[in-house]
Structures are given as C-alpha cells and as structure tokens.
C-alpha cells in the first residue's frame, strides 16, 4: 500500500504505517521537523533493526503535485494541520488536492481536534493543548460536508478518544484521578451502547474517512 502524510511533522504516524510494511512519503514545509523524523528513523533502525520505507520532502503542500510526489495513493491523510486552514475555500482546496492525488479505490483519512467538546472554548484560551495556534472549531457535520464538497463517498465520521479532554487540565491529585478512571473507563465500553450525539460531544478528536 502507498501512504502519503500531509504535514508528517516528526514522522510517528508514518513509521508505524512503514513498520507494517507500507510504501510511505511525508510531506512538511519545515525542514526542521522533517530532520527530526529522520533521526527518529534512524533511531528505529539502530534499535529494532527494521528499515522503514519512508519518503519525505520538504515543501509546501499547494505547490506540489504527481510528478513531485511520485503518482497517486491509495491512502492519503492528514494527522491535524487542516484545522488551521482558517479560510473555508482555501481548506476546501486541500482537501481537494488530496482527492485528487487519491488512486480510484483509495481513501483519504483527516484527523482533527473536536471543536465542540465541553472545554474546548477553555482550552484554547488557557493554551491547555501545549500550543497556541490559530485554528477553527471542526464538528462531524461540517467535517461531512466538506468531504461531500470534493466528491468523496463512502464518508464516515467518527468520535475518538472519548473524554480525552478530561487530561488536559491539571488540578489536583485526587481530582486528576477521578478524571484519568473516567477517561480510562470510557475507552473500554462499547460506543454502539452509547449514543452517537453524546460520543461526538465529548469526543476529543474526529476522524473523517472519504473513498474516492
């Protein structure tokens, strides 16, 4: 399987997939990070003596296309980074452009933070996510319409690690706790039991997959 990372940052997703055996290329404007994921690469190689097959180049996404890259994909994603794409028509353009570079039959994948959890309005006003950078709030239904927007079928949008908002602010030790019991107790109940408006309230993150 090929497996193009929109802004791959340090490369931890990319070196899992290439673990199983994936054909990878990542993809970043900064130099800096992208030098980070090599050494995590070598890294990995040193210690568990696996070489992974992984690609990067350092550019702007907008300003490459299939010949840079090498063709299509089945598989194309983003872990974040869309998010901060403010502008509506220009994050509907980089969707578009993962679309495009998409095999028939392939899937592109985004992965975002969930813009309407309970604090999520505290949390980036207290910086409580470790950085703070301008970014909209996404929910499953604008997620569903910008996927439908560039032609993807098959779309499903689902809530993931559900209470994981509950870590990101520290208290204090018996409260922190409580909150780490509930979040734990929530990844093992089956979320066909729950309903699905409660799953994506408080879901921290929202994964939306699209077949081309």
């Not at 300003?63 to 028509?89: K, P, R, S, Y």
């Not at 560039?150 to 204090?172: C, D, R, S, T």
Request: charged content about 25%; hydrophobic content about 40%; overall charge neutral.
């Amino acid at each position: 399987m090929r497996i193009l990372e929109v802004g791959c940052g340090g490369g931890l997703q990319l070196a899992k997939l290439a673990a199983m055996g994936c054909e990878c290329l990542g993809i970043d404007i900064s130099r800096e990070v992208l030098a980070r994921a090599e050494n995590y690469f070598r890294e990995i190689h040193r210690v568990c003596g696996q070489e992974l097959d992984i690609k990067l180049i350092a550019a702007d996404f907008s300003d490459v296309g299939q010949t840079e890259l090498g063709g299509c994909f089945d598989l194309v994603f983003n872990f974040g980074v869309i998010e901060h794409i403010l502008d509506d028509a220009a994050r509907l353009r980089f969707l578009q452009k993962k679309y495009e570079l998409t095999k028939d039959g392939g899937y592109i994948v985004s992965y975002v933070p969930n813009g309407s959890h309970p604090i999520r309005n505290k949390m980036k006003r207290m910086n409580l996510g470790g950085y703070n950078i301008p970014e909209i709030d996404y929910d499953q239904h604008l997620m569903e319409e910008e996927f439908k927007a560039i032609g993807a079928k098959q779309i499903i949008i689902l809530p993931h690690n559900l209470f994981g908002y509950l870590l990101m602010e520290k208290k204090n030790l018996l409260i922190d706790w409580l909150k780490k019991l509930i979040y734990l107790g929530m990844q093992v109940v089956p979320w066909a039991f729950l309903p699905q408006d409660f799953c994506y309230r408080h879901a921290g993150s929202l994964i939306g997959i699209g077949r081309k």
